[in-house]
């Protein structure tokens, strides 16, 4: 089942669509109408997927550079208690996607004639993956089994590169 709707959020955001507190409404909707059952979520897998949109929207409306880090937090705390709130309604295993790296992307490439990522906007994404990967840890350890996991993009698409 998908609830995802694209150019969200975590946060509203300038798309009219839902943001990803509101998606996660839409399922414990079909899981309070019975259309589950307790077993069915226990082996389920969730994928909660994060492409950035809010860091774009932020960018958008003149975030201040010195207030990327505490956005980033902001963002991850709140990715972190949505994630929470799936385990919480049965599902017992949670993947999150890392960022990719944001800075290879064509639309800031074009100032180097796509020949070179850049390392500044890259290492703002590397400190969401970063604090991502913490929360992570933080929450497998507070429940008996790991069922957090990190899906790495950052990784796989430097690779690529």
Sequence with gaps: MNFAYGGT??????????????Q??????????????GSDLHS???LVSVAGNDYSHYNATNGSTQGW???ITKVVNQLVMNMKRIH???????????????GCLPRI????????????VNELFSFHN????????KLNNET????????DLYDAFMAVF
């Design 88 to 102: 919480g309604m049965g599902v017992k295993k949670v993947v999150v996607t890392a960022l990719q790296p944001m």
């Design 9 to 22: 959020g975590v946060f509203p955001i300038v798309v009219s669509e839902p943001n990803m507190t509101t």
């Design 130 to 137: 970063l604090l991502l990967q913490q929360a992570v840890i």
């Design 144 to 151: 008996k089994e790991s069922t957090f996991a990190i899906l």
């Design 69 to 71: 880090q505490p956005f």
């Design 44 to 46: 389920s897998v969730a």
């Design 109 to 120: 490439t074009f100032t180097s004639s796509f020949q070179q990522c850049n390392g500044t």
């Design 24 to 37: 996660i409404d839409f399922f414990q909707d079909i899981i309070h109408e019975k259309f589950y059952s």
